[in-house]
């Protein structure tokens, strides 16, 4: 159940995040125009809208675990073999799955069997590299936009 709540949290602070980074986003463009837009306006706009996205995934991803979650933690008739574990491991492996656990970075429902053998399920296989080109590249757009600040403030420095 602890992770219940951690879910829920990682829910709700990853789609204030992206809307947040959405409404940055535009609105330094719009502040500008489009056209009109210096470079590092232009970039930060692409670092937030980059962002927005490695959190839209991300908090995909969360939604995903936390279905898988409680779909594990159900204790109905029919839960045993875990049913996320069973779709994702198939009938061998599943069967042998005695618990999951939730891992953060990066996002997964994790399934731990009889053997010792750990394996991830619920969640979709491209959400995490996304989530880590997404976030890499919203870095490196970030960062360019501070360099071509400095820059072209000491162009106008220096003129």
């Given at each position: ?54 959190a839209a995934l ?102």
């Amino acid at each position: 159940m602890n992770s219940f709540f951690l879910l829920l949290l990682l829910l709700v602070i990853g789609v204030v995040t992206a809307v947040g980074l959405c409404g940055y986003a535009f609105g330094t463009i719009a502040g500008h125009g489009v056209r009109r837009a210096s470079r590092p306006a232009r970039l930060r706009f692409l670092a937030a809208l980059t962002g927005a996205g490695a959190a839209a995934l991300y908090t995909w991803g969360a939604l995903h675990v936390l279905g898988g979650d409680i779909a594990a933690g159900d204790g109905g008739a029919g839960s045993a073999p875990i049913r996320p574990c069973l779709e994702a491991g198939g009938p061998e492996r599943g069967a042998r799955t005695l618990r999951t656990s939730v891992s953060v970075i990066p996002i997964r429902l994790v399934c731990h069997t009889s053997t010792g053998e750990r394996y991830t399920a619920a969640v979709p296989g491209y959400v995490n590299p996304a989530v880590a080109v997404l976030s890499l590249s919203g870095a490196v757009l970030a960062v360019g936009a501070g360099y071509a600040g400095e820059l072209d403030a000491r162009r106008n420095k220096a003129s």
